[in-house]
T-cell receptor, first 112, second 115 residues
């Protein structure tokens, strides 16, 4: 079975600073995918970034990058130049059998 | 616009009163799924469907039913809702797993309260 661990219940960062949200995973699959989703207070799940297990380069999408360390089974999300609108819950997820398996999330608060 | 829609977005109901939450996608996706989100537990899969007339249980199927009579629709049915089904529900869809594209597109969520 797959498992995602997000050990930071809450994180604080000042506007314009970078922040790293931690994610470690466990899976016995050889091929898998890792996702990060953002959930603002309005509740919707917004896809941020995807990393395939065989991708040689770390994924990047604008201000988001995924620090993928396969040997350590970690897939940390890095947000550069934080903005007030980045305040939200962030979920890491991994592909499982016919589903995504989610972590419990990290709440990020960006202060002015 | 490619999207997954859910209705209703908010619902307050009483124990035992049957309800249906609709889900529809316009991307011709084969795969659809329902999740529930509870504080401290993340999202957990309720049911999924690989294609029309093909459905299967996820991790927390008790108390729920689904059907997939059309490719675009995947309703979630609560025959006799109970207070422990109070939750935020998400419908999701994606291309088939065999395509190698695993991204799931989520609907806006349905916040259900059962009193």
């Amino acid at each position: 079975a797959q498992k995602i661990t997000q050990t930071q219940p809450g994180m604080f960062v000042q506007e314009k600073e970078a922040v790293t949200l931690d994610c470690t995973y466990d899976t016995s699959d050889q091929s898998y995918g890792l996702f990060w989703y953002k959930q603002p207070s309005s509740g919707e799940m917004i896809f941020l970034i995807y990393q395939g297990s065989y991708d040689e380069q770390n994924a990047t999408e604008g201000r988001y990058s995924l620090n993928f360390q396969k040997a350590r089974k970690s897939a940390n999300l890095v947000i550069s130049a934080s903005q007030l609108g980045d305040s939200a819950m962030y979920f890491c997820a991994i592909t499982g059998f016919q589903k995504l398996v989610f972590g419990t999330g990290t709440r990020l608060l960006v202060s002015p | 616009e490619a999207q997954v829609t859910q209705n209703p977005r908010y619902l307050i109901t009483v124990t035992g009163k049957k309800l249906t939450v609709t889900c529809s996608q316009n991307m011709n996706h084969e795969y659809m799924s329902w999740y529930r989100q509870d504080p401290g537990l993340g999202l957990r899969q309720i049911y999924y469907s690989m294609n029309v007339e093909v459905t299967d249980k996820g991790d927390v199927p008790e108390g729920y039913k689904v059907s997939r009579k059309e490719k675009r629709n995947f309703p979630l049915i609560l025959e006799s809702p109970s207070p422990n089904q109070t939750s935020l529900y998400f419908c999701a869809s994606s291309l088939s797993r065999t395509s190698g594209n695993y991204e799931q597109y989520f609907g806006p969520g349905t916040r259900l309260t059962v009193t």
